[in-house]
């Protein structure tokens, strides 16, 4: 069975700040990864979809990596901004079936 | 190009009661899954449908249960509502002319189960 993990739970930083967002999972064997953004009491926003035979994409000010070897996917964000304090979640693909981490809520601070 | 589109956006119910609730893919989407989140469980995967037919089911009780229509759209059921069922219910699409297997959600149905 999957599992997704996601470190930390919580992280505070100042604007300005470069950031990493960690996410691991059990399985290998996936399909893809995504990561999420979700707001207060909102969906989820796609950020950034990584394929199995990736190994990075990049979209702005965010840059997403995927090392399956290890079981292992980070977010990482340049120059943080207040407006991108949220929920950050990733999630895995296998089999069909999408597995989410628990999140990391982040909050950037003026 | 108009999102993933989810019905009522907030409900109240008491237990015992049936809820439905409703999701619109993305047009040319053919794949829709619903998702259950709470604070204590986080994002939980209840099913996923594709041409009509379920295709994947998580480890909720059958009280649970979709369909999907001609059109995609699709809808989900919970009956005999319990205090636990309370929660943020999302529906994502994906699949169409592209598809690279990105998941698309929409706004979410908050129930409140009293």
Redesign the interface.
């Known amino acids: 069975k999957q599992e997704v993990t996601q470190i930390p739970a919580a992280l505070s930083v100042p604007e300005g700040e470069n950031l990493v967002l960690n996410c691991s999972f059990t399985d290998s064997a996936i399909y893809n990864l995504q990561w999420f953004r979700q707001d207060p009491g909102k969906g989820l926003t796609s950020l950034l979809l990584i394929q199995s035979s990736q190994r990075e994409q990049t979209s702005g000010r965010l840059n997403a990596s995927l090392d399956k070897s290890s079981g292992r996917s980070t977010l990482y964000i340049a120059a943080s901004q207040p407006g991108d304090s949220a929920t950050y979640l990733c999630a895995v693909t296998a089999g069909n079936m999408l597995t989410f981490g628990g999140g990391t809520r982040l909050m950037v601070k003026p | 190009k108009a999102g ?1 589109t ?1 019905t009522p956006r907030y409900l109240i119910k008491t237990r015992g009661q049936q809820v439905t609730l409703s999701c619109s893919p993305i047009s040319g989407h053919r794949s829709v ?1 619903w ?1 259950q989140q709470t604070p204590g469980q ?4 209840l099913f ?1 449908y594709f041409s009509e037919t379920q ?2 089911k ?1 480890n909720f009780p059958g009280r649970f249960s979709g369909r999907q229509f001609s059109n995609s759209r699709s809808e989900m059921n919970v009956s005999t509502l319990e205090l636990g069922d309370s929660a ?1 219910y ?1 529906c ?1 699409s994906t699949g169409g002319r592209r598809n ?9 149905s ?1 129930l409140t189960v009293l």
């Open positions: 993933v989810q899954s998702y986080g994002l939980q995967f996923e295709r994947n998580g943020l999302l994502a690279t297997g990105e998941l698309f959600f929409g706004e979410g908050r």
